[in-house]
């Protein structure tokens, strides 16, 4: 279970799209949206763990055209949520985004999210506990994912904040937005690039 946990952390301590995008609207939006994001994060990557382990997922994606349809829609939602933490309260854009990413649009996040896919395949089919039965192994999983995810995401949303008041104070709060929108498109871009390989 131990390896199991280390193996979680460092997948997820990586930058993401979900922590990324946690982070920049800490930086762009403060504490309050931010938990509020953060909460639906939370939902959303446990309902891909449902997806995951109950095989929803393969079977979906073996439909023509759905998982290439996936992937636009996600690429597509990740790069606008990107441009909205870019241009968060940035009084010199005549179109300026004044408004958070939602409660709602984290869970949509995560659902649409290809890193959570793939981290949770390979948690829930790899990493197998000796003397475990299937149903324990799974409920075991699925508690030191949650024990470990909290505690990781809330040091992004902190670490947006973070980024946030030093931006505030130094009067550089744009070029702190627009490094944490570039940053969550680069993931984005190199996420494009690993599924189109794959």
Same mark, same amino acid.
């Given at each position: 279970?131990? &390896?199991?946990?280390?193996?979680?952390?460092?997948? #997820?301590?990586?930058?993401?799209?979900?922590?990324?995008?946690?982070?920049? &609207?800490?930086?762009?939006?403060? $504490?309050?949206?931010?938990?509020?994001?953060?909460?639906?994060?939370?939902?959303?990557?446990?309902?891909?763990? #449902?997806?995951v382990i109950t095989?929803?997922?393969?079977?979906?994606?073996?439909?023509?055209? =759905?998982?290439? /349809?996936?992937?636009?829609?996600?690429? &597509?939602?990740?790069? $606008?949520?990107?441009?909205?933490?870019?241009?968060?309260?940035?009084?010199?854009?005549?179109?300026?985004?004044?408004? /958070?990413?939602?409660?709602?649009?984290?869970?949509?996040l995560q659902l649409?999210?290809?890193?959570?896919?793939i981290v949770n395949? =390979?948690?829930?089919?790899?990493?197998?506990?000796?003397?475990? &039965?299937?149903?324990?192994?799974?409920?075991?999983?699925?508690?030191?994912?949650?024990?470990?995810? #909290?505690?990781?995401?809330?040091?992004?949303? $902190?670490?947006?904040?973070?980024?946030?008041?030093?931006?505030?104070?130094?009067?550089?709060?744009?070029?702190?937005?627009?490094?944490?929108?570039?940053?969550?498109?680069?993931?984005?871009?190199?996420? /494009?690039?690993?599924?189109?390989?794959?």
């Amino acid at each position: 279970m131990i &390896t199991f946990a280390i193996a979680f952390f460092i997948m #997820i301590i990586t930058p993401g799209p979900a922590v990324l995008s946690l982070a920049g &609207t800490g930086a762009g939006f403060g $504490w309050r949206p931010g938990v509020f994001y953060l909460l639906g994060l939370f939902i959303g990557t446990n309902a891909v763990m #449902i997806f995951v382990i109950t095989g929803l997922k393969g079977i979906l994606f073996e439909v023509p055209y =759905v998982e290439p /349809a996936f992937l636009t829609i996600s690429l &597509t939602y990740l790069t $606008w949520i990107a441009w909205r933490i870019s241009f968060s309260q940035n009084k010199t854009t005549i179109k300026k985004s004044k408004k /958070a990413p939602s409660f709602l649009e984290a869970i949509f996040l995560q659902l649409i999210n290809p890193k959570a896919y793939i981290v949770n395949g =390979v948690l829930f089919a790899g990493f197998p506990i000796e003397t475990f &039965t299937l149903q324990k192994e799974i409920i075991s999983k699925i508690i030191i994912i949650n024990l470990v995810w #909290i505690p990781v995401h809330f040091f992004w949303l $902190w670490l947006g904040i973070k980024l946030r008041s030093w931006g505030l104070e130094s009067g550089k709060q744009k070029t702190v937005n627009k490094l944490m929108g570039l940053s969550l498109l680069i993931v984005i871009i190199l996420a /494009a690039l690993s599924s189109i390989n794959n």
